[in-house]
């Protein structure tokens, strides 16, 4: 077989590549509002939900993440993981005791959200 023939031979595949750009840009910035909120959490002490002011529409942060206090009020079509039931109460970043009407949330530092509410940074509980 000569070199050519063996050359000729020899099947590639392209490899998938996943770059940055990939990523929408909305949701790089929302996981960025994240970490950023995590880094005001104090740690030794968590905050109790009575302590804190709740969270208005009206907040600049709240508008920006489209906070709501009532979940149901959301069109699902129009969320980033549309689910049936997503609402504060649900979501991985939010704290404080399940059962309370507000509860502090990573988010929004030093305030408290409804748990029947919902923002587009939602993300569901592990397990």
Excluded at 67 to 92: F, H, I, K, L, W
Aim: net charge positive; charged share 20%; glycine share 6%.
């Amino acid at each position: 077989m000569s070199y050519n023939t063996r050359r000729s031979s020899r099947i590639t595949h392209p490899q998938k590549e996943t770059t940055l750009s990939k990523i929408a840009r909305r949701k790089f910035i929302q996981l960025s509002a994240v970490a950023a909120a995590g880094c005001f959490i104090q740690p030794g002490r968590e905050a109790q939900a009575g302590d804190l002011p709740q969270l208005s529409v009206d907040d600049p942060m709240a508008k920006a993440m489209k906070y709501t206090e009532d979940a149901s009020s959301v069109d699902p079509a129009t969320r980033n993981n549309p689910a049936p039931e997503q609402n504060c109460a649900n979501c991985a970043l939010v704290q404080g005791n399940d059962g309370d009407e507000w509860r502090p949330r990573q988010i929004f530092p030093g305030k408290a959200v409804a748990a029947a509410g919902w923002c587009s940074v939602w993300a569901p509980k592990a397990g």
